[in-house]
């Protein structure tokens, strides 16, 4: 039975990506990205993506239920952490399925030539907002209250 991992800031709701992969022999291993939803550490999006797919991965090879057929989906910053994933591939690696997630977040952010200012303001915020650890201090209060 193949795994399909899908690391997200955006906490486990994915019930719609689960009913797809366990009714097609898969299992389904949702990682929280660092600093997010409990997670350890603290949230600093396109930072230790790369470091962290590939330790996920390293974790992965010690469970006895994976077969070592690996396959990753997303999109958005979802996607993006397939990207990361890609930048060295690891060997159980046979699939990734990404939408709509650049691989160079620099063509989004300055579309045109200029930064896309509120764009960027909306996105940051949801990782933030929905982070219960940031959302209680006080620097996340003030930047909220600000924008």
């Given at each position: 039975m193949s795994v399909?991992?899908?690391?997200?800031?955006?906490?486990?709701?994915a019930r719609i990506i689960?009913?797809?992969?366990?009714?097609?022999?898969?299992h389904l291993l949702l990682v929280r990205c660092r600093g997010t939803f409990g997670s350890g550490g603290s949230w600093q999006p396109?930072?230790?993506?790369?470091?962290?797919?590939?330790?996920?991965v390293a974790w992965l090879r010690t469970q006895?239920?994976?077969?070592?057929?690996?396959?990753?989906?997303?999109?958005?910053?979802?996607?993006?952490t397939q990207w990361a994933?890609?930048?060295?591939?690891?060997?159980?690696?046979?699939?990734?399925?990404?939408?709509?997630?650049?691989h160079d977040f620099s063509q989004s952010a300055y579309f045109g030539g200029a930064f896309?200012?509120?764009?960027?303001?909306?996105?940051?915020?949801?990782?933030w907002c929905s982070t219960a650890k940031a959302a209680s201090t006080p620097s996340t209060r003030s930047?909220?209250?600000t924008v």
């Open positions: 399909d991992s899908v690391p997200t800031p955006a906490g486990r709701r689960d009913g797809m992969t366990s009714r097609n022999g898969y396109w930072r230790h993506e790369i470091y962290d797919g590939a330790d996920t006895p239920w994976f077969d070592g057929q690996l396959a990753g989906a997303g999109n958005s910053y979802l996607g993006w994933l890609l930048m060295e591939p690891p060997p159980e690696l046979v699939a990734a399925v990404i939408q709509t997630a650049p896309d200012l509120s764009d960027w303001l909306d996105w940051s915020e949801q990782p930047r909220s209250q």
